[in-house]
């Protein structure tokens, strides 16, 4: 019991000495049901504009994370589909938002090889909205 105790005293002190406040530690999001786009009228996909660029690499799962400071991240798993080197940036995921707009991750280089499969952490930003899902475009 008192072991206990005295770890009730000492965890905030660890949490806060450590330069780690509550509202910064990243959590992951709840999953919806399934995968799933969601009915926003969007004038950008019908006209063509502000789209992700083209590219031979899919999203194979995501795993969303945020923290009540709202930052966004997103854990993205990626393919490619083609059978050569491609580079995959920032231009070529989106996220879209529960409000409706859409981001773009900060800073994102990846190389993958023919036919590469990883893992990749990808930082959105703050954003007051949670992110709904994260996509490419192929054609």
Do not use: C
């Not at 660890?14 to 786009?37: H, M, R």
């Not at 009540?68 to 059978?83: M, Q």
């Amino acid at each position: 019991m008192r072991f206990i105790y005295m770890m009730m005293l000492l965890l905030p002190s660890l949490l806060l000495g450590g330069g780690i406040y509550p509202n910064e530690v990243i959590t992951v999001d709840p999953v919806s049901p399934k995968f799933q786009k969601y009915p926003f009228l969007d004038e950008d996909l019908q006209n063509q504009k502000d789209l992700p660029d083209r590219s031979d690499v899919e999203i194979l799962n995501q795993t969303l994370m945020s923290n009540e400071a709202g930052e966004r991240w997103a854990t993205v798993t990626l393919k490619n589909n083609a059978t050569g080197k491609r580079i995959f940036t920032e231009k070529n995921v989106y996220a879209m938002y529960a409000d409706g707009s859409k981001g773009k991750p900060y800073q994102v280089r990846i190389t993958l090889e023919g036919s590469e499969v990883g893992s990749y952490l990808f930082y959105f930003g703050k954003h007051k909205f949670p992110i709904l899902y994260v996509y490419t475009r192929k054609e």
